[in-house]
């Protein structure tokens, strides 16, 4: 539809428009050129709705729909029938289908703060004539949009949104996601054919265990699990639709017909959270606990404020709440416009998304010697954060971003708050960008790099480099290993560089008469450090064997190693069989641990720290036979409410159960908490696995 020679001009003209915000020019070009602020609406609209494929984020579309929409308040004479303020973005994609809604799904007014609301208020109260409104309020998910209709209890379609009159009919790949069931006894409440909208999610937790599983297939992760969502509608393969993870959150109904032949049916609900009620008492996943019903715009105020800060915590992304009219008479009263419902508003959380430029590319070696890009950009907010710097992985995600220095970019800080690159825009290059050349010897002692054919990551072999050892002695004294809480990053790499400290060994030995001399030191500071470097030789076996850095050896395999062994050094006779028979050690983990207690050097690493007084024997405790958990295997799934995972994992420890890395056959129970994942569905599929509560978890533990 659109030439590359109009794109470009297009993006240019966008960031003239977006600049010009809050600028005296504004006036102007509203006065203008309101039409070319249309066109490139419509443009926006089209990349979004057809391609699938934004090129600016939703906040600075957002800004430019607003302006229009303003100005078109004012000057109504200015309207014109094809403006995007009189429809929903229209967008033909011819993948799949097209469909007719059987209502139209139409876009939510956006508002950004409290003055927004308070005005939304005001003129719901004035259209309905009442002092006080009640409020039905829930998580704007940040998915895909679906509309599923339902036909004498038989789930029948499934569709995207599209232009919000048609959408793609996606039934094959809805029935994939295992949230939405394929009937639902709706006859009981005289129901003969139902719509109803929802948003496709992929949580968290999946989406990183799918990315994980990309990039261990040496292939690229997917960008955020918006779009991995949206772009799973679309996959003609149902097999890799279904190994996606997707859910299905379902918040509204937007057609009813009755069955006029039934009887004794239940009465239908009469408000919003009434039938996000009823949903749920059909099977399906709804909002029904995170919905609040608020009386008065305040209270509203205040709960959504109080939202935006927990929204880290939350399984899934959000980008805002919605707040609807609760009852559904009065929603029916106010009615709507041809944009959007008058009886509900989104509210938009802080973007976490922005446009910024890739200025040059720097290297960082880690403790496994990985090379890693880090893009440097020009500085830029990003839900409330202020971004200079993003890891850019390795030279395959370089090349599959399409990145060059100078082009311009689209960031985006997801709920983990680590910022990733969303996209480069091609369209906007002028010639002057550069190629990444990735290096071939190391940034730091200059050593050549070297690559598996297994792995994406380039590598420095030299175990001397100073970069190396640095990250390596960081992770040895770091909170999940030995814990020297009074040391950190900076005093790390401070007496690194002074010649205090050249390896892990040289913490146990530190020359405190010379650091007392140095600036920021004193006699409490040096004391704390003194401390915490003592208790740290009493840590037990599996901080010290993670705290060593070995490849592949998280927290988990560390505490499986601990368990193996009545002294650290026992591991130099294992043979890769016996290291495989043990828990969750596969051929690879085995690989990584023969070879580091192979090596000469960390042999000799490892008897210097027990000759500065560093327990490497085993001193698990002995329990009794009869303590609460002796002998079971424990695994936890979900955010649990009552205790932190690590509270958890600890207590079992405590009661002498021991905690899994995976599921398996060998697993007695899984705990499961919120938003249960993968782990579960696994589970149910092995017969001997306990699948129980946070609950009755803490009921098995002594009182």
């Known amino acids: 539809m659109y030439q590359e020679e109009q794109v470009k001009q297009l993006l240019a003209t966008s960031l003239e428009w977006l600049k010009a915000i809050g600028s005296a020019a504004l006036a102007e070009k509203l006065g203008t050129e309101t039409n070319q602020l249309r066109n490139i609406l419509r443009f926006h609209e089209y990349r ?41 973005g229209k967008g033909l994609i011819k993948d799949f289908p097209k469909v007719q809604h059987l209502v139209p799904m139409l876009s939510l007014e956006n508002s950004y703060d409290a003055d927004d609301l308070l005005d939304w208020d005001r003129k719901a109260r004035e259209g309905s004539g009442l002092p006080v409104i009640e409020y039905c ?18 789930f029948t379609r499934g569709a995207t949104r599209g232009d919000g009159v048609t959408g793609d009919e996606i039934t094959i790949n809805t029935k994939q996601i295992k949230s939405l069931p394929l009937s639902a006894i709706f006859g009981e409440w005289g129901i003969q ?86 949903l749920w008492s059909l099977g399906f996943k709804s909002p029904k606990n995170e919905i609040r019903v608020l009386k008065g715009i305040d209270q509203v105020i205040a709960y959504v404020q109080d939202f935006e800060m927990k929204r880290d915590a ?115 290059r002028k010639g002057a960008e550069k190629s990444i050349q990735f290096p071939t010897s190391c940034p730091v002692c200059d050593h050549p790099l070297f690559k598996t054919a297994d792995e994406a990551v380039w590598r420095c072999t030299n175990i001397n480099c100073r970069a190396q050892v640095i990250e390596r002695i960081i992770h040895f004294v770091s909170k999940d290993a030995m814990d020297i809480r009074s040391f950190g990053d900076a005093n790390v790499r401070k007496f690194y560089e002074m010649g205090f400290l050249k390896d892990i060994p040289g913490i146990y030995q530190l020359p405190f008469d010379q650091i007392r001399q140095l600036e920021g030191f004193g006699g409490k500071s040096i004391q704390n450090l003194q401390l915490a470097i003592e208790a740290s030789k009493t840590q037990p076996l599996h901080r010290i064997i993670y705290g ?55 042999l000799t690493l490892l008897k210097k720290l027990e000759a500065l007084g560093i327990g490497l024997k085993n001193e698990m405790k ?20 009552r205790l932190k995972r690590s509270e958890a994992e600890e207590k079992v420890e405590l009661n002498g159960g021991k905690i899994l890395g995976g599921v398996s056959s060998k697993l ?36």
């Open 622 to 641: 002995e329990f009794h036979p009869d303590a609460a958990l002796v002998g079971k295997t424990f695994l936890f799934t979900g955010t649990l409410t």
């Open 137 to 154: 309020v829930e998580p704007k998910f940040d998915g895909a949009s679906i509309s599923l209709i339902y036909e004498n209890d038989l």
């Open 548 to 602: 060593l850095g070995i490849r592949y050896v998280g927290e988990t395999t560390a505490k499986t190693l601990a368990n193996a062994v009545d002294h650290l050094l026992d591991f130099s006779r294992f043979s890769i069989e016996e290291l495989q028979a043990l828990e969750d050690v596969g051929i690879k983990v085995a690989n990584s641990i023969q070879a580091f207690f192979s090596d000469a050097e960390n």
């Open 193 to 278: 054919q139902i719509e109803i909208r929802g948003e496709v999610l992929m949580n968290k937790n999946n989406f990183k265990a799918y990315n994980e599983g990309l990039m261990e297939e040496g292939l690229p992760p997917l960008a955020n699990p918006r779009n991995a969502a949206a772009g799973s509608l679309r996959i003609k393969d149902t097999a890799v639709v279904g190994k996606r993870n997707l859910e299905a959150f379902l918040y509204h109904v937007s057609y009813l017909a009755a069955d006029t032949t039934a009887t004794n049916t239940r009465k239908m609900p009469s408000t919003h959270s009434g039938m996000i009620e009823m």
């Open 668 to 703: 007695d129970y899984l705990v499961v908490g919120e938003e249960a994942g993968s782990k579960l569905e696994k589970a149910k599929k092995i017969a001997t696995i306990n699948i129980i509560s946070e609950e009755e978890f803490i009921k098995m533990l002594p009182s």
């Open 48 to 88: 979004y709705y057809n391609q699938n494929d934004p090129i600016i984020s939703d906040t600075e579309y957002d800004q430019l729909y607003k302006l229009l929409e303003q100005y078109e308040k004012l000057h109504p004479e200015t309207i014109t029938p094809d403006s995007p303020t009189q429809r929903v």
């Open 314 to 428: 939350l399984p899934y992304e959000i980008d805002g709440m919605v707040i609807k009219v609760n009852d559904l008479a009065l929603q029916e009263k106010l009615g709507m416009t041809s944009h959007h419902p008058r009886w509900a508003i989104a509210f938009k959380f802080k973007a976490r998304q922005a446009s910024s430029q890739l200025l040059e590319v720097e290297y960082q070696v880690g403790r496994t010697g990985a090379v890693t890009p880090v893009a440097k950009i020009a500085p830029v907010n990003v839900g409330g954060v202020t971004v200079s710097s993003i890891s850019i992985h390795n030279e395959e995600y370089i090349k599959e971003k399409n990145l060059l220095l100078g082009d311009h970019i689209l960031i985006e800080r997801a709920g983990d708050v680590i910022p990733q690159i969303v996209k480069s825009f091609p369209e906007l």
